[in-house]
């Protein structure tokens, strides 16, 4: 199996890496994703506009999936959906075959609306309401994740209240970090997510002495956007000594590239290291599960915005239509984008800064791009904008949500409209 794109012309690793699968520049010069002229999506269905390549989607889910089950027959590929949380993805994902992991009700709605068997769900979260739990259990998941002990009580409770026997994972805290933002780092001995080591054992105990619910195995999520793969192999060393289980959840966490030569991990080795360490220190017998949001979703996806205005001062700002409402993740952590113009990508630029329409100086999407002679009225795309950049959107400054837009096989098809200003008020009271 190889994770090289399937659909690629080669022009998209010309333009960068970063751009979905099968990305080209066409015969006019202008950035083609999914078959579609950028250009030509932007004025049908507006900016900005999240554009989604379907077949990038759903390649990625089958290659997690296939390249999974190649190693290890007794297996399953969870979309940890809080990463894309739009029932047109979720539905997309889940007739590839794969399994869905829930943080919310909310989440769980969405999912159970695509089309995800109850039992192939499994319910995360380290503050899960009693009416979260409820829910989640009147419905049939398969499998809750348990994050405390009072979490433990709460399920253990409504399992009862239901005289279910529910299977259940314990979330452990390995104590093991890897290189990424503290924000999204969950590993750490200090975290509030999960049992550390020491209190695991007496989780476990608490769990084996309940009637209602069925310990299965552990669950471990060391971080997000982790760019090395030894941390993965020392957490799953962490579990192994707590003991021998038959399921292992080895959770998500595997890193993309946002920018042209970032080299994540490919996809293959992440699944070998996992498999081959599992093999090593958990056994042949069990059954292995993961759960990748980001890597299965965040470079299928490019966000479209217009140049709205350019100011040159000390330096050149480039103002989109959107901003910190549409991509949060460059003001939360720092994270580094790439910017192209649809109908030049491939020309050199001027260095600017490419700023939001919202009403702060920290609504910069990009610092010190380059763009080529950048105009009002220019279609300015984002690559690798598919993970947590829908999943965080917000009106602030009252901008309504952009549209998200399936494009395949050259055609170009509306499957979340915009947000209009109606909606703004549609809760008032
Ligand atoms: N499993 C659990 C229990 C998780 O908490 C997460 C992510 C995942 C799986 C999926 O991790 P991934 O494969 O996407 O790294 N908003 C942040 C990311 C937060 C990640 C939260 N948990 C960002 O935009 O970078």
Redesign the pocket.
């Known amino acids: 199996m190889t994770s090289s794109p399937p659909l690629t012309t080669g022009a998209s690793t010309e333009i960068t890496t970063a751009l979905p699968w099968g990305s080209r520049v066409n015969r006019r010069g202008h950035l083609e994703v999914g078959g579609c002229d950028l250009v030509e999506v932007a004025r049908e269905f507006g900016t900005p506009a999240y554009v989604v390549a379907e077949d990038d989607l759903r390649g990625r889910a089958r290659s997690f999936l296939s390249g999974l089950r190649a190693r290890h027959s007794d297996c399953d590929v969870l979309f ?1 959906s ?2 894309f949380p739009c029932t047109p993805v979720l539905r997309a994902i889940c007739q590839e075959g794969l399994s869905c ?1 829930v ?1 919310s009700g909310g989440e769980l709605t969405l999912a159970l609306a695509a089309g995800f068997a109850p039992e192939r769900i499994f319910l ?1 979260g380290n503050a899960k309401s009693e009416a979260e739990v409820q829910l989640a259990l009147a419905a049939g998941v398969g499998h809750v ?1 348990l994050d405390s002990l009072h979490d433990m009580e709460r399920v253990e409770r409504t399992a009862a209240s239901l005289d279910l026997n529910q299977n259940v994972l314990v979330r452990v805290n390995p104590d093991v970090s890897g290189d990424t ?1 503290a ?2 780092s ?1 590993g750490q001995a200090d975290s509030k ?1 999960g049992f550390g080591s020491a209190d695991a054992r007496a989780a476990i105990d608490a769990v084996a002495s309940s009637p209602h619910l069925r310990l299965v195995g552990l ?1 471990c ?1 060391i ?4 760019l090395h793969l030894d941390p993965f192999r020392r957490a799953v060393a962490a579990l192994a000594a707590l003991g021998d289980y038959p399921v292992y959840n080895l ?4 890193g993309v590239a946002y920018q042209r030569n970032q080299e994540p991990p490919a996809v293959e080795d992440y699944l070998a290291t996992l498999v081959d360490t599992a093999h090593d220190l958990l056994g042949r017998n069990k059954r292995l599960l993961i ?5 299965l979703v965040a470079n299928s996806t490019v966000t479209l915005y217009s140049v709205e205005t350019v100011k040159r001062n000390v330096s050149t700002w480039v103002a989109v239509d959107g901003g910190m409402s549409d991509n949060l ?1 460059p003001m ?2 720092g ?1 580094r984008y790439e910017a192209l113009l649809a109908d030049r990508p491939l020309q050199a630029g001027e260095r600017c800064h490419l700023a939001g329409k919202h009403c702060e100086s920290g609504d910069v999407i990009i610092h010190d791009v380059q763009l080529p002679d950048p105009a009002p009225g220019d279609i300015v795309l984002t690559p690798a904008t598919g ?2 950049g829908y ?2 959107a917000n009106n602030y400054n009252g901008v309504p949500r952009p549209p998200v837009v399936f494009v395949r096989d050259g055609e170009a098809r509306l499957v979340v409209r915009r947000e209009t200003y109606a909606d703004l008020m549609s809760r008032d009271v």
């Open positions: 940890a809080k990463a992991d943080a995360h994740v933002h924000a999204i969950t997510f669950h999520h971080g997000s956007q982790l959770g998500g966490g595997l759960e990748p949001g980001r890597a993740r939360l952590y994270s993970a947590y999943a965080m």
